[in-house]
């Protein structure tokens, strides 16, 4: 099983719209957990890392929250753009431990 | 350049050919990670470098794989005899440092070289 579970797969929202992607993960000890974009065709690209002390941090129109107790994070888009098509991606760091885990990704379309 | 570069960018190959794929870290940076990203899925982790050294190579899918890294900078991964299955993204990445849960492990990722296997 996945350590880092993201939903929806995959979602189609209207360019001006909001969006949540949520992220699960059972991966211990937790050290910090990263939400980056991978647009089609390129590497990944950080947006935002928090730690075990934050509870949330923003990006521009993305912000990410975390509950470390419940293994939680999601990320929410305000005012999506056309740009903001991509796959988001959650990797969780785990303390101790040079690995990180990676969710399969949550593939977001914005249409106009 | 300002960031990690990968070449080459697409990859067609015959089964059972060798392939060499290359990858530049960002200078100064002294980890360099190799990933594949199959078509829907996860990135799956492949192999570390710390330096030249590569202390977790667990992640390599079979011996038909390696790498290597020299001067601290370049790595280039090698598959050998390559079948079908191994066509996919292959994703190199370079942190700072390897602290292990600190944000200078931030990784920082080329734009992949896409390989496909006929």
């Known amino acids: 099983k996945n350590q880092v579970e993201q939903s929806p797969q995959s979602l189609i929202i209207l360019e001006g719209k909001n969006c949540t992607l949520q992220?699960?993960?059972?991966?211990?000890?937790?050290?910090?957990l990263r939400w980056y974009k991978q647009d089609t065709g390129r590497g990944p690209v950080s947006l935002t890392i928090m730690t075990f002390s934050e509870n949330t941090k923003s990006n521009g129109r993305y912000t990410a929250t975390l509950d470390a107790d419940t293994k939680q994070s999601s990320l929410h888009i305000t005012a999506s753009q056309l740009s903001d098509s991509a796959s988001y991606i959650c990797v969780v760091s785990v303390r101790g431990n040079n690995r990180l885990a990676f969710g399969k990704g949550n593939q977001v379309v914005v249409i106009p | 350049g300002a960031g990690v570069s990968q070449s080459p960018s697409n990859k067609v190959t015959e089964k059972g050919k060798d392939v060499e794929l290359r990858c530049d870290p960002i200078?100064?940076?002294?980890?360099l990670y190799w990933y594949r990203q199959s078509l829907g899925q996860g990135l799956e982790f492949l192999i570390y470098?710390?330096?030249?050294?590569?202390?977790?190579k667990s992640g390599l899918p079979s011996d038909r794989f390696s790498a290597e890294r020299t001067g601290g900078s370049v790595s280039t991964l090698t598959i050998q005899r390559t079948q079908q299955e191994d066509s996919a993204v292959y994703l190199c990445?370079?942190?700072?440092?390897?602290?292990?849960?600190?944000?200078?492990?931030?990784?920082?990722f080329g734009p992949g070289t896409r390989l496909t296997v006929l």
């Open positions: 990445a370079s942190s700072l440092v390897i602290a292990s849960g600190g944000p200078y492990n931030e990784q920082f």
């Open positions: 992220c699960n993960y059972t991966v211990s000890p937790f050290s910090n």
């Open positions: 470098f710390q330096g030249n050294s590569a202390p977790d």
């Open positions: 200078s100064g940076h002294t980890a």
